[in-house]
Structure formats: structure tokens, C-alpha cells
Nanobody, 120 residues
Framework: QVQLVESGGGLVQAGGSLRLSCAAS????????MGWYRQAPGKQSELVAA???????NYRDSVKGRFTISRDNAKNTVYLQMNSLKPEDTAVYYC??????????????WGQGTQVTVFS
């Protein structure tokens, strides 16, 4: 089994910063792409940012220049540094990891979600 545990969400004023962390543990051989998604009330889930094992990144347009995704492969952890936060960034943020467990191939695992609330 693989578990993803997120931390770092909270309440912040517009213009402020937060740093999310997501640590994977369990029967892990390696992790391919790791990513952050978010879902606001009444809206569909959307990809915020993703990073490959080699460090290639991609971001949704609305967060480019404000958010930075990074990872520590030795710790099986992915981070999301969020700066210049806006009220429209308010959502539950979930991390996802493509995990190779040496069992049934590569499977997707999700964290439990962490709430980010930005007030103006």
C-alpha cells in the first residue's frame, strides 16, 4: 500500500504565500510524475502543476509566475510554493503520484486534500 500525506494548507490574505507538501510512503519502488490538483466548490478538478522525476515541470496558465512545484526524490515528497495568492486560488488541493510498486505496474495515488483559503 502507498499513502500520500499532505500538509501546509490554511487561511491567508490575498498577496500572501503558502507552501504545500506531500509525502509518499509505503511500498514504493519509484515515482514518476507527481502533481497538484485543486477543486473549488461547484467546479471541476483542475491540474495546477506537475513535475516529472527528472524535474520537468508544467503549470496551468493562471498560476505561472506565482507557483513553483518541486520535489525531493530521496524523500518521495513534492512541494508547491504558492506566492501572490489570489481569492480565486481558494480550493482543496490534492497531490497525485504515479507510483511504481513493482507489483501491478504504475498506479495513481492521491492525497487526502488540504484546504487553501485566500481572503481579500
Amino acid at each position: 500500500q502507498v499513502q500520500l500525506v499532505e500538509s501546509g494548507g490554511g487561511l491567508v490574505q490575498a498577496g500572501g504565500s503558502l507552501r504545500l507538501s506531500c509525502a509518499a510512503s509505503g511500498s514504493i519502488f519509484s515515482i514518476n510524475t507527481m502533481g497538484w490538483y485543486r477543486q473549488a466548490p461547484g467546479k471541476q478538478s483542475e491540474l495546477v502543476a506537475a513535475i516529472t522525476r527528472g524535474g520537468s515541470t508544467n503549470y496551468r496558465d493562471s498560476v505561472k509566475g506565482r507557483f513553483t512545484i518541486s520535489r525531493d526524490n530521496a524523500k518521495n515528497t513534492v512541494y508547491l510554493q504558492m506566492n501572490s495568492l489570489k481569492p480565486e486560488d481558494t480550493a482543496v488541493y490534492y497531490c497525485k503520484a504515479e507510483v511504481n510498486t513493482m507489483g501491478p505496474g504504475v498506479l495513481d495515488y492521491w492525497g487526502q486534500g488540504t484546504q487553501v483559503t485566500v481572503f481579500s
